[in-house]
Every structure is written in C-alpha cells, then in structure tokens.
C-alpha cells in the first residue's frame, strides 16, 4: 500500500468522499439488486452437467479400463504395485523382527549422536503401543508413513534445491505450493482412488502431496539461507556449480531441510486416519471403529498410537538432522548398540519370542467411556441449550437468510466488493468470479450450508484462540504450560476427540463445529502469541520510558505491530476448519463435507470434482482475502 | 614470472543493471552515480579503475562502504562479470576466460580471504584448510600433510580436528587465511579480513599477516575501509570513491601529497611523525654535500625530532650505504606536520 497524500487544498471534503462511497455503493449496489432479484430463485446451475457428465463417464472409463488400457498396466498399475511392494515390505519386516529390536532401533538410532532422551521417548511410546494390544496396526501406519515420507523426501528435495538455484522454477512452483497448501487434503483423495485404486498406495500418494509442499519449500529456504561468503568461498576456490552444491549448499542446507520433514510428518499424521477411508488399514481404521461404536476409550488410545508413530517419526528424522559433527556418540557404542540388535533378532527369532506379550489391551481405556456416558447424562441442561443456541439460533436463520431471503447477485456483489475493498480489481474478479462458478456448478445451497458451519467455526475459535495467544505471548509461562495440550489437540486425529463430543451433542452440527474449533485454535494461539513475542523489546522500552502503562503498550504498541501476524493466525485459523469440513460430514454436518465422504464411498467422479471445486474456490477466496487483509495492516515499507 | 607486473587492471567497469551501455555513455559524458541510476535504473558499482600489482607487492584499496571496492575485488576474481576493461593475470585475461577455464585459473593461481570467514562448519579445521587442495583433486593423504604444514604456519598448529565453530573469531579467521595458502596461490585477495575481529585481535592478525608477507612476498589485493590498516600493510594503496579512484601511491605520497580534498580528509587524522620517514619529508640533494650531523633515510620522523629541533641548520640523510641522498631540516618537518 502506497500512502496516497490528498492534494493540499482539496481539503476534508475529498477525503471524506474516499472514506464514504464505497460503503454508499455497497448500501446501494445490495438494495438495487435485492429489489431486482429477490424472489428470483435459486442458483441456475447452468454448468452442472457440464463437469458432472464427463467425469462421471471418465470415472465408469476408468473402472472399465484398469485392467486393460496402457496408462494402467503401462504407468499406474506398476507404480502401485511398486509403493504396494515397499509399503509391505517394510510392513512384513516391522513384524518379522522381534518387537524388542524394533524398540531397539528406535532408542539407537537417536542416540547415536547423543540424543539419548529422544530416543528412549521413541521406545517407550512403541511400548505403549504394544502394551495396549496395538503393535500390528502400529506397524501398518509406521511402514505407510515411512513410504510417504521417503517419497516426499525424493521428490521434494530435488525440487526444492532446483528452485533455489532456478528462480524461474520457484515462480513456477510457487503458485503450486500454495494450491497444495490451501486445498484441503479430502479434495483430492477420489481422483487418487481413481488412479491407484483401494489401498495403501492412494494412501501413500494423498499424503505425499497433501505434505509435499514443506519440504520443497523449506529445501529451498536452506539453500538459499546459506551464507553468500560460503558460496563465493567455494568459488573462489575453484569449485564447480555441483561440487559447490554437494560439498558446500547441502551439507550446509541439511538440518533446515529436515526440519521441513518434520513439518511433513507432521501433516502426514493429519490424513493416517482420513487414508483409512481409502482403504489403508492400520490405526486409522480402529479409529473409525471406534468412532461407529461411540468407544472414546479406544479411540484415544489408537490415537495415542498414532502420535507414537509421529514421535518416532519425528525424533528418528531430527537425530538424523542432527548433522553437528561436535554430537556424536563414541564409535565403538553405536557398534556395539548395532550388534546387540542384531544378535537379539538372530536370538529372537530362533527362539521365537517375536510377539508382543499380551500384558494389557484395549479394555485398559474402558474406564473412559464411562466417564463420557456419565457426563452425556448429567450434563444434558448444559449441551442441550448449547446445542439448540448453535442450530436454531445461529446456523438455520443465518443460512436461510443466505439461501432464500437474499438474492443471489446480492451474494456475489458482497464477496466482490469486499475483496475490492481490502485488495483492488483484481481480488475483487477473483472473488466474484469464484462465487458465481459455485453457484453455476450446482453447489450453491451446499457450499452455503457448509459456509456458514466455517463461519460459526472461525468467529468462535478466534473468540477464544487470539485473546489467548496475545496472553501467552505476554506470559513465557503460561505458553510453556499450554504446549503440551496445543501439541496433543494438534497431533492426535481430530476423529478422535470428535467421538466424546458426538457422545456429549448427539450427531448433528455441532459436533463438527466443536471439533474444527479444537484443531483450528492451536495454530491461532500459537501464530499470535509469536506476533506478540516478535514485537521488538526496544519498541515496548521506548513506549514504557513515556510512561506508557501495560494496558496502553499492549493496545497501543503490541496489538498493532504484531496485526499483520495475528491476521496470519486468522487465516490460519480458516484454513484449518475448511480441512475440517469432511469430518464435519461424517457427525452429521451435511454440506460439502458429506457430499464429499458420499462422492469418495460411491466412486461419483462428477459429484467428487464439483464439490472438491467448490471447496477449493471457497478455501482461496477465504485464503486471499484474509491475507490481503493482513498485507494492508503491514506497516508501509520505503518505496 | 614473464610478466613484469602480476596483475593489470585496464579501464575496468560494472555496471549493475538491466542498461549497462546506456549507463556507460552516460558514465563516459561525466553524469554523476545518482543521474545515471534515475535515467537508467542502473548503478555504476565500478567506474574506470586502471592500476598494476607488483609481483610481491601489497596493493591495498581503501574505501567507504558503498565506495565499490567489494564489488571490484569480486571483479578481479571474476566472481561477478565486469562490464567493460581488461583484467590480466600474469599477462592473461581474465574476462574473456570461459568458466571452466576460470574455474582451473582459480583452483591453482588466486585465493582469497573472506570479511566473515566463509569457513564450512561442517567441516573440521583440517578439512577446510585443505577444502581447495580436495578441488585440485590432490590425494586425501597428501592434502592432510599440506594442510598440517599451513595450520603451523598461521599458529594453528594442534587445531586441525577442531571445527570452526569451536574456535574465536581471530582463530577462525587464521583457519580462513591457511586455506587460501594452502593451494600456494600466485595471488590473494583479502576481502575486509579483519574488520569483524575486535581491535586487538586485529592488531595481532595486521602483524600476523606482515610476518608472513616478510616470509612469502605473495602478490596481494587488500581490501579495507580502515586508513590506519591500509597504510601499516599496504605497499601502495588506492584510494576508492563512488566507484572510482581517486589517486594511488604509497601512504608517504597520499600524506604529503593528497590529490583531492577527500583523500586528505582521511590523511589529516593520520600520525604523520610516525608514518613518514626522513626520505619523505627531506629535499634530495647530491651526494658531495657535508653536514656535520646526519640522519637515516628510513628512520621516522618522530624519532629524529628531538635532534632535529635542537638545531636551526639542516642536517643530511643517508641512505643503508652511507651516501647523502638529502637534507632535512625543522622547517621542513612543520611544514609537514602541520598540514
């Protein structure tokens, strides 16, 4: 934003007319077009069958040719074959070896530079899972993740190092990225389905785009972060463009790269028990079970299975980051360590101690269901008037009036307005342009219906995530005592926690509701305590030295300079309900979400692309408008 | 060594931007840096620099930040292309050099010494003394003993398994200077080497490197925004401003004799008794000439001022043989002082 100046001697009258016609316009422009189309009905989905036929007979074609046509047996069928062989390889050898050396493994390999913690954390959340009875599934999901992760590495690292050096690549990338990020993962599960069929491999492949996109970048961003005089250096010294990257820009890049691995694991996590849908197995499948036989109990402690994995995934990876050559333990352990596994495999084996003893099992977590049927009972004077608040008072009147009272060029004149208003002409088309197409495809009432859910979703977890954030942003303490709670909302499967809440709500509404609040505040606590954190101290110490009190320096110094990165945790905060929408549809949210988990159950190519199209025009106008939003509250820069 | 000089630097220009030929006529018709950038989008980072380099000299460029003498170093070493001149290496030239070529003129003849090191913290001390031996293509055995000898020779002897990380900033910045000895380069470029080491490490590095220079006579390219460092280590020094030189000779010259108004500005400040010695300030006069007391050419002045200013007549300087080569008297030395 350039600071436009108004012409001395216009004076007030100019910059009262800025500030006021557009709103003028927007009064006018809804007016007019109420007036003109209220009672027009609803949306003419001209374009309905236009998308819907032609996938829907790609989608026959393709059931029809599986077996058959080129681009199968020649291409995809060998693909998945070959993951299919890798997945179940590493499976098979999880389980071939006695569960002591895999414990084993996990604790060696972190400890070989000296983290010794983090690798007895891994072991031990491995015996977790195998204590409860869930060793097998466990291994499923690790072998799973460790394909995807590999694939992401193979792919991203290349990528990322290419667009580093090319910067015609990154901008070719960069649009890409963004997509991959702001499209939720669900979107494109059913093409997947389509190419790879039923199973792991699909599985593998959504979690590898869905979780591609950090790598790539954080490759990038270590290449580049390398300091220039390293690079001359090597110049200088002769080196050619490759020796400079392999012996210089890599070395140098590694441990940001890996951070982005364990940023991908981490996204990886979110879609294990979504793969279930497609067919994986592993421990996304006893969540689900647990979710149709309402068993909080076991739904935790699959999910807990699931965050083992994740840790061991993430402290395996992060020892291998760990490249400080200053960490390493002594030779002669990490041998030593090496040759006991083995001789404990080569013993086990033998001796056939391979399973898990059974000690405890599933029933270990009984308990809890209790607990959840007590609270369903005894606190019904609390849920139901919530519940009833939420539905009738909130979601049906506001989604009527949105459906049938407003005309629907109103709809598309608000949406262009408002994006002209924080970005310009372009945003404005954009956004405009967006709205229409959802209402051409036939997606109108459905994409509304799910519109509001966000919304109600979005308002409330920003009700509670930025007041929060701003107070541990202030409060070293009162973040460091939260963390552990953020990391466990963020790390155990969103399906998981959804089971006490469909108990507490009945299925509904607001159960999907209360759940994307639970995931959507952790990034919104977080990103906004940072911005606060981030304010300079010297910013905060000349404000005190006027004797500002802590009530001004927050209101008039933190706020506004950390604005541009609280505006990041609201978009962050949206993006994060709308990945949430699909689980929505399984408690009974309607909309999108459940057309989606309809779409993918039946195989319906046409419904699949229109609802996944919507969802992603809807994700993208929030996505830019939130962003632009947070551009205009950024201080303006020199030029 | 067939050539006389080992480096020659003619007409050399970089211009930054997207109209280099536009800015170089502007340039040549006198526009100033700031009617250049507006008219063309361009910046003159390099503006018309010719000098030569002695084979064994210090050749030290001194300037502002901003004045260009980074970018300058990077265009002898041809890490960035010039615009236009003439870069020779022992009579070759450089900017016509393919990359490839470039990269062999490197590994075996210029090294450099970086402002903030540029050492690989992956690497021990060892390695990355020997990283441009490894470019080279030398066995891992022989680089390992070359680098050992060169780590001796900085004073890092025993320091070799150690990463840089490990090490302070003037110890780091010995790792630095043992690289670029460590491929036996025909010239070395310092890039600022010492400006980011604390005052005393930097007194310590400065005698350090004349220690070595003593040794060596390697040819070098000093770069430094430091007056008092340019004329302890430097032979002759160039005086860099907005791109261009403003005038080069040696520290005596620059002192008694500054060209422009700016290089005074920088002489003014400067220990003139220390610096300058009999020969600079005495008027040359022919051998037969007697007086009865005499001075050493070579000795400062401050340390025959005391005898200098006891007397009203002049009195001879010698040279290491003995020969009058002139006189000096006290006015003199105030007319030198004083300026």
């Given at each position: 934003m350039t600071a436009e100046t108004a012409p001395v001697g216009a004076g007030v009258s100019t910059d009262v007319l800025r500030k006021w016609v557009p709103w003028a316009v927007l009064g006018l422009g809804v007016v007019a077009l109420q007036v003109t189309f209220g009672g027009a009905g609803s949306f003419p989905a001209a374009l309905d069958s236009f998308i819907n036929d032609p996938l829907d007979s790609l989608g026959d074609w393709i059931r029809a040719n599986r077996r058959s046509h080129a681009l199968f047996t020649g291409f995809f069928n060998p693909l998945t074959d070959l993951l299919n062989f890798l997945i179940d390889g590493i499976e098979s050898i999880l389980l071939w070896l006695p569960w002591y050396v895999v414990v084993g493994g996990a604790f060696v390999i972190p400890a070989r530079v000296n983290m010794w913690k983090q690798g007895l954390l891994a072991a031990a959340v491995l015996v977790y899972t195998g204590l409860i009875g869930l060793w097998a599934p466990t291994m499923e999901t690790l072998a799973l993740m460790s394909v995807a992760v590999m694939i992401a590495v193979v792919l991203g690292v290349p990528l990322g190092i290419l667009a580093a050096l090319r910067p015609g690549v990154e901008r070719f990338l960069r649009p890409i990225l963004d997509a991959m990020q702001t499209v939720p993962a669900f979107v494109y599960f059913l093409p997947l389905l389509g190419f790879f069929g039923i199973g792991s491999v699909n599985a593998a492949m959504a979690t590898v785009i869905y979780a591609l996109a950090p790598v790539v970048r954080l490759t990038t961003l270590g290449i580049k972060q390398v300091p220039v005089q390293s690079v001359e250096s090597a110049r200088m010294f002769g080196s050619s463009t490759r020796q400079t990257l392999m012996k210089v820009q890599i070395p140098m890049a590694l441990p940001t790269i890996l951070t982005g691995l364990t940023q991908t694991i981490m996204m990886a996590l979110g879609i294990v028990v979504l793969a279930a849908l497609m067919g994986a197995g592993g421990l996304g499948e006893n969540v689900f079970q647990s979710l149709s036989q309402r068993r909080t109990g076991r739904g935790i402690a699959a999910g807990l299975a699931i965050v083992a994995v994740a840790i061991v995934l993430d402290r395996v990876w992060r020892s291998l980051a760990n490249i400080d050559p200053l960490s390493r333990a002594p030779r002669k352990w990490l041998w030593s360590g090496i040759g006991a596994l083995v001789a404990a495999a080569v013993i086990g084996r033998l001796t056939g101690l391979i399973d898990f003893p059974e000690v405890w099992s599933l029933r270990l977590f009984d308990p809890i269901d209790n607990i959840v049927v007590w609270a369903r009972d005894n606190l019904r004077w609390l849920t139901r008037p919530v519940n009833d608040f939420i539905v009738a008072g909130i979601i049906v009147p506001v989604r009527d009036f949105l459906t049938d009272t407003l005309a629907w060029p109103v709809l598309i004149f608000v949406t262009g307005w408002a994006c002209w208003h924080v970005k310009g002409w372009k945003l404005a088309l954009f956004g405009a342009g967006s709205v229409a197409v959802i209402g051409l495809i036939g997606m109108w009432e459905l994409s509304i219906t799910t519109l509001v859910q966000v919304m109600t979703a979005t308002i409330i977890s920003v009700a509670i995530a930025i007041p929060i954030g701003i107070w541990a942003g202030r409060k070293p303490r009162v973040e460091a005592a939260m963390g552990p709670i953020l990391d466990a909302l963020q790390t155990i499967p969103s399906l998981v926690y959804i089971i006490p809440v469909v108990i507490l709500f009945t299925v509904g509404v607001v159960p999907g509701i209360i759940a994307s609040v639970l995931y959507a505040i952790v990034p919104g606590i977080r990103i906004s305590a940072l911005g606060i954190r981030q304010v300079p101290e010297e910013s905060v110490e000349a404000s005190r030295t006027f004797g500002a009190t802590p009530r001004q320096t927050m209101l008039g110094v933190r706020i506004p300079l950390a604005g541009p990165t609280i505006m990041t945790a609201i978009n962050q905060i949206i993006m994060m309900v709308l990945a949430m929408v699909i689980i929505a549809g399984f408690v009974g949210g309607g909309g999108l979400g459940f057309e989606t988990i309809r779409a993918l159950t039946r195989s319906l190519f046409g419904l699949g692309a229109e609802v996944g199209l919507a969802l992603v025009l809807m994700a993208m106008i929030l996505d830019r408008y939130t962003q632009a939003w947070g551009e205009r509250l950024q201080p303006p820069t020199g030029h | 060594m067939a050539n006389a000089s080992c480096l020659e630097l003619k007409g050399v220009w970089k211009v930054f931007g997207t109209k280099p030929d536009r800015a170089l006529e502007m340039a040549r018709q006198g526009a100033s840096r700031a009617e250049i950038l507006s008219g063309t989008g361009c910046t003159v980072g390099v503006h018309d620099v010719t000098f030569d380099v002695d084979w064994g000299e210090t050749f030290v460029v001194m300037g502002l930040s901003g004045s260009g003498k980074s970018t300058l170093i990077r265009c002898i070493a041809q890490l960035t292309p010039v615009t236009e001149g003439s870069i020779q290496l022992d009579g070759t030239d450089l900017t016509s050099m393919s990359e490839s070529e470039l990269r062999g003129v490197r590994r075996d003849k210029m090294s450099m010494v970086f402002q903030h090191f540029g050492?690989?913290?992956?690497?021990?001390?060892?390695?990355?003394?020997?990283?441009?031996?490894?470019?080279?293509?030398?066995?891992?055995?022989?680089?390992?003993?070359?680098?050992?000898?060169?780590?001796?020779?900085?004073?890092?002897?025993?320091?070799?398994?150690?990463?840089?990380?490990?090490?302070?900033?003037?110890?780091?910045?010995?790792?630095?200077l043992a690289r670029a000895l460590a491929v036996d380069p025909q010239l070395l470029f310092f890039d600022e080497p010492f400006s980011a080491l604390d005052p005393l490490i930097r007194r310590d590095m400065q005698d350090e490197l004349l220690r070595l220079q003593e040794q060596m006579h390697r040819t070098i390219v000093f770069i430094t925004h430091d007056f008092a460092e340019a004329i302890k280590l430097g032979d002759r020094i160039a005086i860099m401003k907005d791109g261009a030189l403003d005038q080069i000779g040696t520290a005596a010259e620059l002192i008694t004799n500054p060209a422009t108004d700016y290089v005074a500005e920088f002489t003014k400040d400067v220990p003139k008794a220390k610096v300058l010695t009999a020969a600079d300030?005495?008027?040359?006069?022919?051998?037969?000439?007697?007086?009865?007391?005499?001075?050493?050419?070579?000795?400062?002045?401050?340390?025959?001022?005391?005898?200098?200013l006891i007397r009203s007549e002049p009195m001879a300087v010698v040279d290491a043989d003995g020969v009058t080569v002139g006189i000096i008297d006290r006015r003199a030395v105030a007319r030198v002082l004083e300026r």
């Open positions: - | 050492l690989l913290p992956h690497r021990r001390v060892l390695d990355n003394v020997a990283y441009g031996l490894e470019i080279q293509g030398m066995k891992k055995q022989d680089r390992a003993e070359r680098a050992l000898e060169v780590l001796d020779v900085v004073g890092l002897d025993g320091w070799g398994d150690h990463y840089p990380q490990q090490l302070s900033g003037g110890m780091q910045q010995r790792v630095g300030v005495m008027e040359s006069a022919n051998g037969d000439l007697v007086h009865p007391d005499h001075v050493a050419a070579s000795a400062s002045i401050e340390s025959i001022l005391p005898s200098l």
